[in-house]
Structure formats: structure tokens, C-alpha cells
């Protein structure tokens, strides 16, 4: 069990311009979250995947926002033509099934200039 | 899920157990009280979960009240490693249900020296 793994830690970009993140979730985990946090806020929920099926979106995700798990794997989230409002951690978690408890990777923290 | 009430900020002395408090009154009878922590730059920990009796694991004890409109963690002797922000959160565990954590603004623990 090597934990949930994301990838960058860190981003830094211009307005406007697209980019992506990876998480690798805990092997033989079946689901796998999308969070986002702002400095002094909680996390707040994006979206999930039931292996490679994405079963929930938040309203929080623009169109701007896309999120892919091929062969219910690893994920992507991409954010296209990023604006300074989206500067924020970008938490991925993994849990076993529904309903078991979440863990945790330790974020890519976006920001925008 | 059942909205939750947390202290903004609790302080407590090394060594000392930290007695943190939540309320939940809104909570459901399927509904079950998680608390997770995270520290600061990491992801959220999760800690311990309950429905109704009082559990124990090897990080922390959970008091649920007889009526389940309240909660507290308890750290039993704090170090400053346990220095966090504390995540109360109701929510209910099932195949059918939900999936999504949903977190409030926490309880900043602060354990002194």
C-alpha cells in the first residue's frame, strides 16, 4: 500500500492556459474523488468514479473542467483556458467501495498568475 | 448529509487529552459521524467512524450522545503532531448511497508545548 500518489505537487501558469493533473489512487481501490480547496475552506467535492464510470459531478465543475479514469486506473483532471479562480489544491482520493472510508493523496496546489 | 457544527479553533497542552466537540442535530438515523484531520499541506487523515456506540481505535475515541445529536473526539494524549484541522462529518455509508464527503470549515487544534 503505497498511499494515493498525485502528480504535480506544484503548478504554476499563466491565465489561459491549460493543464492537468494526475492521481494514482490505491491499487485494486474501485472508487476515486476529485476535491478542491482554498485556503481556510474545506474540501469541497468535484467528481467521482466507479472504476471508469464517472458517476457524480459537482456543479463546481465548469465546462472548463474534465476528469477521465481510462481503464478505472489512474485519473486525469484537466482544467482548460484557466482563469485566477482556479487556484486552488486539488485533492484526489481512492476508497475501496462505497461507502468505505477515503484516503487521501497530498494535493497538487495550482496557481494562476 | 447532516450539517455540522465545530468550534472554529480549540488550543490544548502537550499531553493533555483534546476533547474536540461537534454537533450535529440534523443527523439521520442512517446516517454515520466521521471524523478526519489534515494537516497543514497534506491531504485529509481519516481517523474514526461511528453510528451510535462509542468507539475506540489507535488514534482516538468517539462519545456519540444517546439522542446522536452530538459528538466529540478525543485525543487521549495529545502531541504537537496532532496539531490539525479536525473534520467532523456526517454521512451515510451504503452501496446505494452517496459517496461524497462533505466537509465544513473544521476546528483548528492547536497543541502546545
Not at chain 1, 484557466?82 to 496557481?111: I, R, V
Request: aromatic share 8%; proline share 4%.
Amino acid at each position: 500500500d503505497t498511499g494515493v500518489s498525485q502528480d504535480p505537487r506544484h503548478k504554476i501558469t499563466k491565465r489561459g492556459q491549460n493543464v492537468t493533473f494526475r492521481c494514482d489512487p490505491i491499487s485494486e481501490h474501485n472508487r476515486l474523488y476529485w476535491y478542491r480547496q482554498t485556503l481556510g475552506q474545506g474540501p469541497e467535492f468535484l467528481t467521482y468514479f466507479q472504476n471508469e464510470a464517472q458517476l457524480e459531478k459537482s456543479r463546481l465543475l465548469s465546462d472548463r473542467f474534465s476528469a477521465e479514469r481510462p481503464k478505472g486506473s489512474f485519473s486525469t483532471l484537466e482544467i482548460q483556458r484557466t482563469e485566477q479562480g482556479d487556484s486552488a489544491m486539488y485533492l484526489c482520493a481512492s476508497s475501496l467501495n462505497a461507502g468505505e472510508k477515503l484516503f487521501f493523496g497530498s494535493g497538487t496546489q495550482l496557481s494562476v498568475l | 448529509d447532516a450539517k455540522t457544527t465545530q468550534p472554529t479553533s480549540m488550543d490544548c497542552a502537550e499531553g493533555r487529552a483534546a476533547n474536540l466537540p461537534c454537533n450535529h442535530s440534523t443527523i439521520s438515523g442512517n446516517e454515520y459521524v466521521y471524523w478526519y484531520r489534515q494537516i497543514h499541506s497534506q491531504g485529509p487523515q481519516y481517523i474514526i467512524h461511528g453510528l451510535k456506540n462509542n468507539e475506540t481505535n489507535e488514534m482516538a475515541s468517539l462519545i456519540i450522545t444517546e439522542d446522536r445529536k452530538s459528538s466529540t473526539l478525543i485525543l487521549p494524549h495529545a502531541t504537537l503532531r496532532d496539531t490539525a484541522v479536525y473534520y467532523c462529518i456526517v454521512r451515510v455509508v451504503g452501496e446505494t448511497s452517496g459517496s461524497r464527503l462533505t466537509f465544513g470549515e473544521g476546528t483548528q487544534l492547536t497543541v502546545n508545548p
